[in-house]
């Protein structure tokens, strides 16, 4: 086998929300380092932009836009991007979501709505613009992004994860209505991964996470982790480029956990 082998995204297009930070930022980096052209969407314009900038700055094909996901006409703008640009869409990787931390007791109407929204709803949207340019091309791969948090039922963490199940949920349906045409649609559902996302529920209400709290939360993830580990954005990233990949060309309506093994399930 030559170079990337089925591995090799020269030629096929991918777009990734958000592609400023974490997750997706590490999505882009990849995918465009396998030869794919990308394009980027976060509510953080700027954010996407520093992406797009170290992905062109380093031989790859790349633009940025600003998107807000739970916006439809924004999602559907930032796919015509793709079409536009690169005149087809073959990768659609809908990473952009959020932590919501409180028990059922106490969440507000706005933070359930809210979380809904671009847990869901822009998941959701991705989706639809996506399935909308890869039917009439009768190809395609659709990455969603779910948690671990799926698997096992934690106090406090119940609008969270409830989005991700609906994400999973959407994910194996859309595969069946997909599959006939010739689309893969799966999810990744990744554990405790260090991103700027973690830490949100430990910050203080200017944004400062504690040192100590933090130590002692990684050391409480990895020991939930029979490798003793936490996982790194690069090894998500590595997961949807393996969907995005003909590696993966028989894999549709899967869950795929990179968790480090904290939580391990059928
Ligand atoms: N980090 C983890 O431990 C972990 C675990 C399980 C699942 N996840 C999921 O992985 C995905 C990526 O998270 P991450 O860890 O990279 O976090 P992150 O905070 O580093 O990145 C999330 C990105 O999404 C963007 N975003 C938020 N709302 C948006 C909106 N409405 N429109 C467009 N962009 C928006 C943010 O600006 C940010 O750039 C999320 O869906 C998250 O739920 C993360």
Not at 180 to 197: K, Q, Y
Not at 237 to 262: E, H, K, M, P, Y
Request: glycine fraction near 12%; hydrophobic fraction near 45%.
């Amino acid at each position: 086998m030559k170079g990337l082998g089925v591995f090799d995204l020269s030629g096929r297009v991918a777009c990734i929300t958000g592609a400023a930070s974490g997750i997706g930022e590490a999505a882009a980096e990849t995918l465009a380092a396998a030869g794919a052209a990308v394009v980027l969407g976060d509510i953080d314009g700027e954010g996407a932009a520093r992406t797009r900038d170290r992905i062109v700055d380093g031989g790859g094909r790349a633009v940025a836009k600003s998107v807000d996901t739970t916006q439809a006409e924004q999602v559907s703008a930032l796919v015509a991007a793709a079409t536009d640009e690169f005149g087809r869409l073959d990768v659609m990787a809908n990473v952009a979501g959020v932590g919501s931390y409180g028990d059922v007791v106490d969440v507000s109407e706005a933070e359930l709505d809210r979380v809904l929204a671009i847990n869901f709803k822009g998941v959701f949207f991705g989706c639809q613009a996506a399935m909308r340019v890869m039917v009439p091309q009768g190809s395609g791969s659709i990455i969603n992004v779910s948690a671990t948090a799926i698997n096992t039922p934690v106090g406090g963490l119940s609008v969270y994860a409830a989005t991700k199940a609906a994400v999973a949920m959407l994910t194996q349906s859309l595969a069946v209505e997909a599959g006939p045409i010739g689309i893969r649609v799966n999810t990744i559902a990744p554990g405790f991964t260090l991103t700027n996302f973690v830490g949100g529920h430990l910050r203080d209400s200017e944004g400062n996470v504690d040192a100590v709290e933090m130590d002692s939360y990684l050391k409480l993830m990895r020991d939930r982790s029979p490798l003793g580990e936490v996982c790194e954005a690069s090894d998500q990233a590595n997961l949807i480029w393996f969907l995005a990949s003909d590696a993966s060309r028989f894999v549709t309506g899967q869950i795929l956990r990179a968790n480090a093994g904290q939580s391990i399930t059928w």
